[in-house]
C-alpha cells in the first residue's frame, strides 16, 4: 500500500459512507470467516439461523429412544408415549472489532482501506473464536485441571479418554496428563493411538460417516514418519491450504490445527494461542499435547455477525466501523467425540 505524503486542500468528505452496507459487510464477514477455516468442518451448524442476538437460547431436539419388545400371539401390545428429549445451547458468546477509516488516509492510499480492514477483522475473528472454541469445547471451562484417569471426564465421554478407554473393553489407551502417549520417541505410538481412538468411537457405535481427526502440525509430521501413515493418507492440495485437511486414514478425514490446546511441562492446559508458562502450576505434569477425533453431530456451532455500524468520528475527519459477532457451542454428543494425550 502506498501512503502519499498529504497536500492541502485534504479532501475530507465521508468517503466510506456512500459504499458502507452494514449487512452487506455482515453476510461478507461470515462468509470470509467460513471459507478457510477447519472450524466448521468439525462442527454442525444446523441451529445457525435461529439466533438473533447474544443471551438466545437454541433448542436441540433428539429423538428419543422407543423400546423394543418381544411380541406374543394374543398378548397385550403396551404402548408407550415418547417423550422428546432436547438440550439447550446458549448464545452467550460475543466478539467484537472497532477501527476508525481515516478520510485523509483513505483519499492518499492507493487501496480500498476499508477492504483492507474488514479482511483483517474476518481473520482475527475466526482466531480468536476457534481459538476459544477448541479451549472450552475439548479441555472443559475449568482450567489447569488434570485428566489422569476416565473418571475426570472433560467434554467427551468418560469412556472415551485416559488409559483405559472403550465403553465395552476398558483396556484402550488414549493417554492422560501424567502419562501421554510418547509420540515423539516413537511416532508409531502415535498411530496407534488414532486406530485406538476409531475402535473407542467404534465401541460407541458412532457411525463411521464423517468421522475427522484434529491434530497439530508436529503430530502430523510425526505421523507421516511412518511407513503405514504415508500409505494410508491421501488428499489434494486444494483443501489443504483452505481448511487444514490433509487426508484420511483409518476412516478419518484428518485435518491440522495450530490453535489446539496445550500444556507445558508442569503446566496445566491453556488454549493453543496462550503461552504455555501461562497454564497454572501442575506439579508433575509434563509437556503435552491433544488429539480429538469426532463427528459433527458431537458439536453444534452457531456464529452470526449480528451488527455492523458506521458512526462518523466526532473528533476527527473519517469514519468509525465496528462488529459484533455473537456465537454459541455445545457438545451435544459426548459419547460421539475422542480425546487423546500425547507428548
Same mark, same amino acid.
Given at each position: =500500500? *502506498?501512503?502519499? +505524503?498529504?497536500? *492541502? ?12 452496507? &452494514?449487512m452487506l459487510w455482515s453476510k461478507k464477514l461470515n462468509a470470509k470467516y467460513y471459507v478457510d477455516n477447519q472450524l466448521t468442518e468439525i462442527v454442525n451448524t444446523s441451529w445457525e439461523g435461529e439466533i438473533k442476538n447474544q443471551g438466545d437460547t437454541v433448542r436441540i431436539r433428539t429423538a428419543p429412544t422407543l423400546t423394543i419388545s418381544d411380541y406374543v400371539i394374543g398378548g397385550s401390545l403396551q404402548y408407550e408415549v415418547p417423550t422428546p428429549v432436547y438440550q439447550d445451547m446458549q448464545i452467550e458468546k460475543a466478539k467484537s472489532f472497532a477501527f476508525q477509516c481515516n478520510d485523509v488516509q483513505?483519499? #492518499?492510499?492507493?487501496?480500498?482501506? %476499508? ?11 475466526? $482466531?480468536?473464536? +476457534? ?13 489447569? /485441571? *488434570? ?16 488409559? /483405559? ?14 502419562? &501421554? $502417549? ?11 493411538? $488414532?486406530?485406538?481412538?476409531? *475402535? ?21 509430521? %510425526? %505421523? =507421516?514418519?511412518?511407513? %503405514? ?29 495450530? =490453535? ?32 480429538? @477425533? ?9 456464529? #452470526?455477525?449480528?451488527?455492523?455500524? #458506521? ?26 467425540? @475422542? ?5
Amino acid at each position: =500500500m *502506498a501512503i502519499l +505524503t498529504p497536500a *492541502a486542500p485534504f479532501l475530507t468528505s465521508p468517503l466510506q459512507s456512500t459504499v458502507f452496507n &452494514p449487512m452487506l459487510w455482515s453476510k461478507k464477514l461470515n462468509a470470509k470467516y467460513y471459507v478457510d477455516n477447519q472450524l466448521t468442518e468439525i462442527v454442525n451448524t444446523s441451529w445457525e439461523g435461529e439466533i438473533k442476538n447474544q443471551g438466545d437460547t437454541v433448542r436441540i431436539r433428539t429423538a428419543p429412544t422407543l423400546t423394543i419388545s418381544d411380541y406374543v400371539i394374543g398378548g397385550s401390545l403396551q404402548y408407550e408415549v415418547p417423550t422428546p428429549v432436547y438440550q439447550d445451547m446458549q448464545i452467550e458468546k460475543a466478539k467484537s472489532f472497532a477501527f476508525q477509516c481515516n478520510d485523509v488516509q483513505q483519499a #492518499q492510499a492507493d487501496l480500498n482501506l %476499508l477492504n483492507m480492514y474488514m479482511e483483517d477483522a474476518s481473520k482475527q475473528l475466526k $482466531i480468536s473464536i +476457534t481459538d476459544e472454541t477448541y479451549y472450552n469445547t475439548f479441555i472443559g471451562a475449568t482450567p489447569n /485441571t *488434570a485428566s489422569t484417569t476416565a473418571a475426570n471426564t472433560r467434554t467427551c465421554a468418560a469412556e472415551n479418554q485416559g488409559a /483405559t478407554a472403550g465403553v465395552k473393553s476398558g483396556i484402550l489407551n488414549l493417554g492422560t496428563d501424567l502419562v &501421554p $502417549i510418547d509420540a515423539t520417541t516413537s511416532s508409531a505410538n502415535l498411530l496407534t493411538l $488414532i486406530l485406538n481412538m476409531g *475402535a473407542v468411537l467404534d465401541e460407541q457405535n458412532v457411525p463411521e460417516t464423517g468421522r475427522w481427526l484434529l491434530m497439530s502440525p508436529y503430530d502430523r509430521q %510425526l %505421523l =507421516m514418519t511412518t511407513t %503405514l501413515a504415508q500409505a494410508y493418507f491421501t488428499g489434494d492440495q486444494h483443501s489443504i491450504v483452505r481448511t487444514g485437511k490433509v487426508g484420511m486414514i483409518d476412516r478419518f478425514t484428518v485435518y491440522v490445527s495450530n =490453535m489446539l490446546p496445550r500444556g507445558g511441562t508442569g503446566k496445566g492446559w491453556v488454549s493453543g494461542q496462550s503461552a504455555l508458562a501461562s497454564g497454572g502450576t501442575m506439579g508433575s505434569a509434563i509437556n503435552r499435547r491433544c488429539v480429538i @477425533a469426532g463427528t459433527k453431530d458431537a458439536i453444534s456451532f452457531a456464529s #452470526q455477525v449480528n451488527k455492523t455500524e #458506521q458512526v462518523r468520528n466526532p473528533s476527527d475527519f473519517g469514519d468509525f466501523i465496528r462488529g459484533l459477532n455473537v456465537y454459541g457451542r455445545k457438545v451435544v454428543k459426548p459419547e460421539a467425540l @475422542a480425546i487423546g494425550v500425547v507428548k
